[in-house]
């Protein structure tokens, strides 16, 4: 579970959650189709950090007669860990969720000039902020087309002397139209890469 918090996962799980309850059908898809498509994200959008923590860290250390001493281990292979959390950071432009941290835990040191001045017990911290603002900022685009549906659908029935019809029940089947008509499943995931910077060709 610690590690996860190291990785993209957070984003992706918060984005399809909120998706769900948007869409309005609570029990569908099953928790466990969410939590494992975005499993098999995270394992996609960190197969090359974690090819990279094997490469220079793992394997050289685990090869016989390596002189590798395990802090040394720990340093290469949390250093591809560590510029992927930062480039996540740079890219949301969440700057302030670091300094938040460091600021209290070096109080009388100027602030970080660069990501590699900052300690690793700041910047997992820092990540996660980020990684949550990020993933609700998303959810909130992605919520507002639902729910201004919702809100259109509620104002027809009511105009319609439909009072006793739960909006929710007339709103849901259009829900599903519209997510089905625009690929909705495509173009959320393609979102979510898109945003970890996993854009075609690099």
Not at 56 to 63: G, K, L, M, N
Not at 176 to 194: E, H, M, N, S
Request: glycine share 4%; net charge neutral; proline share 8%.
């Amino acid at each position: 579970a610690i590690l996860l918090m190291t990785t993209c996962y957070v984003r992706i799980i918060v984005v399809f959650g909120l998706l769900k309850q948007a869409l309005g059908a609570q029990q569908l898809p099953p928790s466990q189709v969410i939590t494992s498509i975005s499993l098999f994200i995270t394992l996609f959008v960190m197969s090359p950090v974690w090819t990279r923590v094997y490469n220079e860290a793992v394997d050289p250390y685990t090869q016989p007669g390596s002189r590798m001493t395990t802090t040394e281990a720990w340093e290469r292979g949390v250093q591809p860990i560590r510029e992927f959390m930062a480039r996540q950071i740079d890219l949301a432009d969440n700057h302030d969720d670091v300094h938040l941290f460091y600021s209290r835990y070096a109080p009388s040191s100027p602030g970080p000039k660069t990501f590699d001045d900052v300690p690793l017990q700041v910047l997992l911290p820092a990540y996660m902020l980020s990684e949550l603002k990020t993933a609700f900022l998303m959810g909130f685009k992605i919520y507002l087309p639902f729910l201004i549906l919702d809100v259109v659908i509620a104002s027809v029935t009511v105009s319609m002397g439909m009072m006793m019809l739960p909006p929710a029940l007339i709103s849901t089947p259009f829900k599903l139209l519209l997510f089905v008509l625009v690929d909705g499943w495509r173009l959320v995931v393609q979102i979510l890469l898109d945003s970890f910077g996993t854009h075609p060709g690099v």
